[in-house]
């Protein structure tokens, strides 16, 4: 069974950065699809961006082009998103997510419906 821990959100002022990581269980990271997402309670689920497994291609939402970067380390199973230049809106729980079924961030990716498997979230607060 494919399970996720997700570690490192934290309160950052703006401007600020971290770096969340989602470390998988019960299967090789490197062969699948991870996605990342992002939600406010009682708001809709944001899609942030997928990297595609294999030949790691990698996609990203309009509003964090530039300042997030998705990468994985397949020696440590292990997928991060470094957030750079946050700003007060970025505030939210961050959700990785994966399938096995999914190897390719394909179209239609970001409504993540295709992703059975979530890492728990992370809270990441951008505040003064």
């Known amino acids: 069974q494919l399970t996720f821990v997700e570690s490192g959100g934290d309160l950052v002022q703006p401007g600020g950065s971290l770096r969340v990581s989602c470390e998988a269980s019960?299967?090789?990271?490197?062969?699948?699809?991870i996605a990342w997402f992002r939600q406010v309670p009682g708001k809709e689920r944001e899609a942030i961006s997928c990297i595609s497994g294999l030949d790691g291609s990698s996609y990203y939402a309009d509003f964090v082009k530039g300042r997030f970067n998705s990468s994985r380390d397949d020696a440590r199973n292990t997928a991060y998103l470094q957030m750079d230049s946050l700003k007060l809106g970025d505030t939210a729980v961050y959700y990785c997510?994966?399938?096995?079924?999914?190897?390719?961030?394909?179209?239609?990716?970001?409504?993540?419906?295709?992703?059975?498997?979530w890492g728990q979230g992370t809270q990441v607060t951008v505040s003064l």
């Open positions: 997510a994966a399938d096995q079924e999914v190897r390719k961030c394909s179209r239609g990716w970001q409504t993540g419906t295709r992703f059975a498997y």
């Open positions: 019960g299967f090789a990271l490197r062969n699948y699809a």
